[in-house]
């Protein structure tokens, strides 16, 4: 099962979910439609997954079923790549004529979107729409900007503990109960086996290393004046990225091999055998299951500080949503609870894998299918997101986090020193964006 890649790219840091989005109101010209027109030709963009084939299958039944329902209605889906959407939807906002009415986008974009005024307020009725009272919390943060909601959560995923049950058998080990004992056992089988990372970790793998953070009462950022400002320099955010940089070095995973390795990169030694454990999402199932490593590993949720306790863990995933200048509104947002349905997304599992973003429909899907059960267990137990900001997407291609914790673990600065350089540049780019 594969994610796609707006989920498997590294995205720099996270937020505590349950933060307000304080972000600034778009500044933007109004570009909406303003027409409701009943009937004509609805245009859907929807990402191009790899191997697409048993997406379209599950999106052909809902817009047949559709179409039949709308006389005079006709749905017109393209499939965009996912590697190309922002310059194709930027396009989309700036010339509304060609713009489709309907469009799947990543949920850190959202925020951004929302800024350039192409995405449709639609609180009202998503708030009267029976079924989104199930939806994730942390799902529907983030689809809502300012306190309104501007699209409907598609799917989520979410990572947890992958552990090697035959090395863990060979050497005695236990599966750790809390981080402490985490970073000891990954120790233990680096030291008991020399040519095996004990857990692999990637100074660009900041999914990783932010349940570290999260766990220690550390936080990314705090809604501050009707906007953002870095916590990553805090005392507790400063305690979880000394215990996620301990990781770095010859007694688990060295730095001079690990400093430079993301989350796909770390999956990749995991699912070849060069790792005792890896953190790892829903979305790598199928990437370790035809790896070397097939048959004896299992998957566990992260832990936190205290035996019991699951490290919180950044919900990730899409959205649909309406666009701000379609002259079909009703229809569209009709279509949009549709392709977001419980039904809908209960097929999507089925053929693509991807995870439900309501409760009920996720523990239907583990009990379907058992790999899912840590991390359905990790969603319950609360997860984050990030910032509702639109300097969101420059901090990401900054890597603004990455490049601290690799400051760090390169000896280049301490933890106070790199985190306290973070959190400026974060605060420069909170402030730019208004």
Known sequence: MKLSARMAAPIAALVVAGLTATGCAPESSDNSGGADEKSGTLRVWLFQEVGNSPKEKVVDGVVDAFE????????????IPVETRAEKIKAAFNDPKSAPDLIEFGNTDTAGYVKDGGLADITKEFTDW???KDTDPTAKQSVTVDGKIYGAPYFVGVRALYYRTDVFKELGLEVPKTQE?????????????????????GGAFTYGAMPFVWSNGGEIAQGKGGSYASTIDSAAAQKGIKAYTSLFGDDNCPAAKCAGMGGNDTITAFASGKAGMAIGGD???AAVEAGKVKGDYAVVPLPGLKSGEIAPAFAGGNNIGVLNSTTHRTLAVD????????????????????????SDVRQEAAKREPYVAPFVKTLGAGTKFVPASPAWSQIDASLVLPTMFQEIVSGRKDVAAASKDAAKKMNAAFSSAG
């Open 130 to 132: 029976n079924e989104a």
């Open 68 to 79: 039949k329902a709308h006389k005079d209605t006709k749905i017109d889906v393209q499939y």
């Open 335 to 358: 279509l949009m609870k549709e392709l977001a349905s419980k039904k809908t997304q209960g097929e999507l599992f089925d053929a693509m894998g991807f995870l439900p973003t309501y």
């Open 283 to 285: 979305f790598n199932h």
């Open 181 to 201: 004992e985490l970073i000891t056992t990954a120790k233990a089988i680096r030291q008991a086996k020399p040519e095996l990372y004990g857990l692999a970790v």
